[in-house]
């Protein structure tokens, strides 16, 4: 069984105006491609068989 990390992250909202926090986790590696802020502390590590093409943890 191969693991990988997936955190939950802050973005900014635009039709809130203010940051909000992500309802799937997702990679470092997604996350650092513009998306937000990682919330480390909620790491948690997934099977790889349960992460999408785009690094998120699949519902």
Not at 29 to 53: F, H, K, M, V, Y
Request: charged share 30%.
């Amino acid at each position: 069984m191969d693991t990988i990390e997936v955190f939950y992250f802050k973005a900014w909202d635009r039709k809130r105006g203010e940051m909000v926090t992500s309802k799937r986790a997702a990679t470092l590696i997604a996350i650092s491609g513009g998306l937000g802020i990682p919330l480390l502390e909620t790491r948690r590590e997934i099977d790889i068989s349960n992460l999408d093409a785009d690094g998120f943890e699949n519902p």
